[in-house]
């Protein structure tokens, strides 16, 4: 995937013909602007000044046949030299592409070019022969003439992105994510904006990698940088993909379920039936019955919908006999009574109570505290205390949960549940 629209050729070469010096009709002469004495026979001079003329005149059409004469003639590096610029102008000012690469080829080698011409010329005849390489699917040779580009000290804003797409291309996928990240870190620097379609073509990549803490930041990154309820929804699906080594499978699918709730993103019928699913089976049949209630209500769960409905049955079922909470939380003396207790809490959507129980689950120990402090994090979001909520969240720092609450994190300050 190209994510990249092609600047204009001639909008690449920041040199103007200004920068080029103009050449002396009288080639004996030394150039205008800084440029390099040049000597050159009459068989040259004819044609050279001839061009000279007609490109003054940006009459393009009488200089083309003109400058091959002359390049055709040319056979000192004086007369090269004095032939590549005027092979510049014409096609600078007929927006060539083609005749700009190959001035600047010849440019930026030749000994009478001036020498901090050189590099400038070399860094945008590489960054411009690299472009059409990979437009012509030549990925494989336009990774080297872009580092090339970027050796000469091209700063062009699009290089990274031209090299992540080579890259990719050649199934080089760290590489493009590296390049990614320098065309991201670089726009932010400049003031705009990164593309959502930078980050789109660097997540799924580094979510292939295997490495779910890289792709848990990279998704913050993302989200923090456009947090629409489309994008959570994306976001949460794609970190969903997998579980997580040692982790709790429910654990996390219930969290990212809530993640979703939070942030206004579960879309239809599928959405609600596996989060009350998760719920129902993970011992939390007040937040399956309430998932399965709000479904109904917003018409996404249909009428009749017999599957929802042998989960909303079972679910009432064990929330009548589960008793009272409160009794259940006085009965709570250990850490993991206590956590387990906060849990049926925050199912029932009680997020105060469950945040005391959670308190008293870390103060009593023997639980974990990475899923306590999880769960302990959404209870306080829930409540509207963001900075508790936030502090909660980074609390979370060792183990595959470290990565979800990245997630959460970046949800803190995301509109909350209409």
Partial sequence: MTFVSKLAMAAVLTLGTSALGSMPAAAQKKAENAGPELKVSEEFRKPAAAAETALKAKDYATAAPQITAAETAAKTDDERYFAGTLRLQLALGTNDAAGQMRALQVLSVNPK??????????????????????????????????????ELGSDQADLPVLLANAYAATGKQGEAIIEVDKAIQASKAAGRKPPVDWYKFAIPKVIQSGDRAATATWLTRFIQEYPTVQNWRWAVQVFGQGTPAGGNEKFEKLALFRLMRSTNSIADRGDYANYAYYAQTGGLPWEAVSVIDEGRKSGKIPAGDSDTQKIYTAAQAAVKSEGSLETQAKQASTGKLAASTGDAFLASANYARAVELYNSALTKGGVSADEVNMNRGIALQRLGRKDEARTAFQSVKAGPYANLALLWQASVDFPPLA
């Fill in 113 to 150: 070019t001036p020498a901090d011409r050189v590099k400038v010329y070399g860094a945008v005849y590489n960054y411009m022969a690299g472009d059409a390489a990979l437009t012509a699917k030549k990925p494989a040779e336009a990774i080297p003439l872009l580092l090339k580009a970027r």
